[in-house]
């Protein structure tokens, strides 16, 4: 957590984090955008935990804002060969749709998203929405159906 507040308050270089967590406190202090899965359709909003809930009260009940107790310490990343951009996408999907086998209806449709080195996103979400299927397909350990 420190490594992440560090990187984006002093401004030393961007970080790109892609989180799932039930850690309000955490994810209020780190993340700058939030995802959410609603109604299979993925909805992005600039700012923190705060002030998403600000602007859809509902979210309250996915999680009460409250003080972090656990401390994070990550590494000092490296520079990605190639990479020259901080605003270049370095992870992008477009118009992905998946189902798990079984099912009939979509865990996530339609769904477009991309991450550059200066991303840090919060995805949020009732449980089952589509939260960790929607970054194991972004990271290439599950396949989309479509796109």
Request: with cysteine.
């Amino acid at each position: 957590l420190d490594f992440l507040l560090a990187t984006s308050t002093k401004g030393q270089g961007k970080v790109t984090c892609i989180m799932v967590s039930h850690d309000s406190g955490f994810l209020d202090k780190t993340a700058t955008h939030i995802l959410e899965i609603k109604n299979l359709k993925l909805h992005l909003y600039k700012g923190n935990l705060t002030s998403f809930v600000e602007k859809n009260p509902e979210a309250r009940s996915f999680f009460e804002l409250s003080a972090s107790k656990m401390k994070f310490k990550f590494p000092q990343p490296g520079y990605i060969e190639g990479v020259k951009s901080k605003g270049k996408a370095l992870m992008k999907m477009e118009g992905i749709t998946f189902t798990y086998p079984g099912n009939e209806t979509p865990t996530l449709y339609d769904i477009t998203v991309q991450v550059s080195l200066s991303s840090r996103v919060a995805c949020l979400g009732v449980n089952g929405a589509g939260k960790s299927t929607l970054i194991k397909i972004l990271t290439g350990q599950l396949e989309a159906s479509t796109g």
